[in-house]
């Protein structure tokens, strides 16, 4: 998995990086004609900021790729996106095979498990950080990948 990113600032052998947010929206050969596609227009300057670690030598300003294998880019996204959704399943489950809870009460606890474990990988990526930040690896960007980022 590739991404170009442009420098912000560099620290020694920190660099902080500024990303643009994509839609999947923005491959899609119909997104001007589905409503989808017009709404990610709406959206589409969101910018994201965040530091990594690097013996590359760069500049303020140069662009640069952002490399993460496809392996642990699913290994994560399945932890955040499917780590929640199975809390929320197994604990209505749970609670609606015990019987002695009314369903309102079921459903309110379940979605507080849900955010409950958004809340503790929050935490666990947190601790996790400078793991999740070694699995990034920065190059130069390539001369047909680099174009200058709209301030």
């Given at each position: 998995?590739?991404?170009?990113?442009?420098?912000?600032?560099?620290?020694?052998?920190?660099?902080?990086?500024?990303?643009?947010?994509?839609?999947?929206?923005?491959?899609?050969?119909?997104?001007?004609?589905?409503?989808?596609?017009?709404?990610?227009?709406?959206?589409?300057?969101?910018?994201?900021q965040f530091t990594v670690e690097s013996d590359?030598?760069?500049?303020?300003?140069?662009?640069?790729?952002?490399?993460m294998h496809e392996a642990d880019f699913t290994?994560?996204?399945?932890?955040?996106?499917?780590?929640?959704?199975?809390?929320?399943?197994?604990?209505?489950?749970?609670?609606?095979?015990?019987?002695?809870?009314?369903?309102?009460?079921?459903?309110?606890?379940?979605?507080?498990?849900?955010?409950?474990?958004?809340?503790?990988?929050?935490?666990?990526?947190?601790?996790?950080?400078?793991?999740?930040?070694?699995?990034?690896?920065?190059?130069?960007?390539?001369?047909?990948?680099?174009?200058?980022?709209?301030?």
């Amino acid at each position: 998995m590739k991404e170009i990113a442009e420098v912000v600032a560099v620290d020694g052998h920190r660099i902080t990086l500024s990303t643009e947010l994509k839609s999947a929206c923005s491959g899609c050969v119909q997104k001007s004609t589905c409503g989808a596609g017009i709404l990610s227009h709406i959206f589409a300057d969101r910018n994201t900021q965040f530091t990594v670690e690097s013996d590359v030598p760069v500049r303020v300003g140069e662009q640069v790729q952002l490399t993460m294998h496809e392996a642990d880019f699913t290994r994560y996204a399945l932890l955040l996106y499917g780590l929640p959704i199975l809390v929320l399943l197994l604990l209505a489950m749970l609670l609606s095979a015990l019987g002695t809870l009314p369903e309102w009460t079921v459903i309110l606890l379940a979605f507080s498990g849900f955010a409950a474990s958004f809340l503790a990988l929050k935490q666990w990526f947190k601790r996790r950080d400078v793991k999740v930040q070694q699995l990034i690896r920065v190059t130069q960007a390539e001369a047909s990948a680099s174009h200058t980022v709209k301030s």
